[in-house]
């Protein structure tokens, strides 16, 4: 089937920088949608952004000119640039992605989840 893989997060300050990266691998034959989604302590998992196969992107509100999502097609990778980090940002970010396997199937798989921390 179909792996995920996220990588990237960590502790930072407020104001500061991370890049999330999430690579897929497996019985890939296309991989349609990627998204990142975040959840935290005592919350719902929250959408924060999609990228679809044609590079088109949509993001949460509370994210938008701050984080930008993109995909490299050739690796089965999505990234997910996170500038001006704020406290509220704080979660366990999660990897999703709808593929079409080369058995034709069509899945929906998550990643295990990478820890975000933003505090001063």
């Known amino acids: 089937q179909v792996q995920l893989v996220e990588s990237g997060g960590g502790s930072v300050q407020p104001g500061g920088s991370l890049r999330l990266s999430c690579a897929a691998s497996?019985?890939?034959?296309?991989?349609?949608?990627m998204a990142w989604y975040r959840q935290a302590p005592g919350k719902q998992r929250e959408l924060v952004a999609t990228?679809?196969?044609?590079?088109?992107?949509n993001y949460a509100d509370s994210v938008k000119g701050r984080f930008t999502i993109s995909r490299d097609n050739a690796k089965n990778t999505v990234y997910l640039q996170m500038n001006s980090l704020k406290p509220e940002d704080t979660a366990v970010y999660y990897c999703?992605?709808?593929?079409?396997?080369?058995?034709?199937?069509?899945?929906?798989?998550w990643g295990r989840g990478t820890q975000v921390t933003v505090s001063s």
């Open positions: 497996g019985s890939i034959f296309r991989i349609n949608t």
């Open positions: 999703n992605a709808e593929s079409i396997t080369t058995d034709w199937d069509r899945v929906v798989n």
């Open positions: 990228i679809i196969s044609g590079s088109s992107t």
